[in-house]
Each structure stands twice: as structure tokens, then as C-alpha cells.
């Protein structure tokens, strides 16, 4: 990482992905007697403010987790205000010019237009170099098992770790180094699964509306703490 000044503070090429697990978002409505869907909205603007921030770092890959294959269980009116704020960051996201957006996920059962409009934007955000994956209707074994599906189809009888990472949704971006949770939960919630196998995690016990460019860089400062060995040692 490279501080010369505060507003010069830049990451190298050890963090090139971050991803986020956007906890608490029902929890701050709560603290502030508001419904959990508040909370929501309130998150989609904390996530969108992050995606710039961590772009102004030079952080080339963000992952979000914004509704799991087990989210299905919430009430319909919290599962229909994420669906309208995904809807309204598409249209949005129309004006960006410089990110690949890509979404995780099974998008089949997604409503119709809904479907159409994250093909139309992949599609027409495809040749930009730095990257936003959005796991949406996303869970990490299922996403497994899909790769597992897809070898089958293709007739493999045996499988490398190379064929399962490039049948992966995830199969354009490298492994994230840094996954940070909010709300000071320890739970990875079915999230990479596999792309986490050297990860580092940083728990913020920032609620997700509230978490901004500090909190940001609270995390990236203890990710450069950290010594990664990937299984290595470091002394010799
Ligand atoms: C977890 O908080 C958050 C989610 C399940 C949804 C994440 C969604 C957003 C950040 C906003 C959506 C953004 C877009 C663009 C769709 P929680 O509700 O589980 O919080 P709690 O644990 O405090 O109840």
C-alpha cells in the first residue's frame, strides 16, 4: 500500500479484490425504529458509496453479497424492496462507464425483467477492466454444484481444481484477498466458498448502512498487517 499523503493512500497489487458481506441493515433500521426495508435503501447507498471508494483505492475487483439463495425466506415485502433497489441500481449503474459488472448467481428465477436488464448490462458492460461481481440469488455450495453440473454436461469424468474455478460465476476474477463482514458477525453465510481458501476476513462492527471510506480503510490497514503464507512459511 502506498501513503504518501491521506489522500494519496492507494492499494498495490497484494489487494486486488475485496468483497463484502453487507450485514445489519435491519439492524440499524431497528435502532432507529424504522422498517427493515429503510434499512435496506440505506444500504444500497452505503454499497454504492463503497464500490467508488474502494475504485478511488485502485482496488480492480469488488464482490457484494446482496441476497443469498437462503434470503428466499424473508418476508415478501423485505424480499420485493431489495428486488426495486436492484432494479433502481441498473438503471443507475446505466451512466457508468468504466466497471464490468457482472452478477453471481442463478438469475432464472429472477423476475423476467429483471433478468433482462442485468443480461443487457453485463452485456454491455463487458470489455471494462475493473470489476463488480453482485452475488444475487447467490449461495456458495450451489454455486459448486452448478461448476459439478456443467463438467458432467461436458462429459468429464474427472475434474482439476482449474476445471471447477473456470465453471465457477466467478470464473473471471481472481480468488478475493480480503472479505470484510459488518455487524461484527464471524459467519461466512455460504458466500465463496471456494474462493476463499486463502482469504483474509476483517470483521467491522460497523452496521453495513453505516460503513464508509474510514471503515474502509480500517480494513485495508489490517490486511496490509497481515502476513499471508498461503500455506508457505515465511522465515526460512
Ligand atoms: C443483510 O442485512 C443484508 C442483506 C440480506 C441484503 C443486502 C442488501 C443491501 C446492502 C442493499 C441492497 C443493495 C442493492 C443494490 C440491492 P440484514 O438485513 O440481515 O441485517 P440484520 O442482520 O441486521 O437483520
Redesign the pocket.
Known sequence: MLFKKKTDFKVDSRLSHIAF??????????KRGLP?KV???F??E???NTVKNCHKLGIKTVT?????TE?WS?PKD?IDA??G??E??IEEAKKYEDIKIVFLGDKSVLPITLQNSIIELENRTSHYDNTLN?A?NYGGRAEIVNACNELIKEGKSSVTEEDINNHLYTKASPDPDLIVRT?N?FRLSNFLLWQCAYAEFYISTA???DFDMKELQKAIKSFYERKRRFGGIIDK
Do not use: C, Q, T
Not at 458481506?21 to 435491519?26: E, P, R, T, Y
Not at 457484494?64 to 443469498?68: H, N, T
Open positions: 458481506i453487507m450485514d445489519g441493515n435491519g439492524r440499524w433500521a431497528k427493515r434499512g435496506h435503501k444500504g444500497a452505503a454499497f454504492e457484494v453479497y446482496a441476497f443469498s434470503n424473508r423485505e431489495i428486488i433497489l436492484m433502481k441500481y453482485i444475487f455487524a458477525e452496521l453495513w448502512p
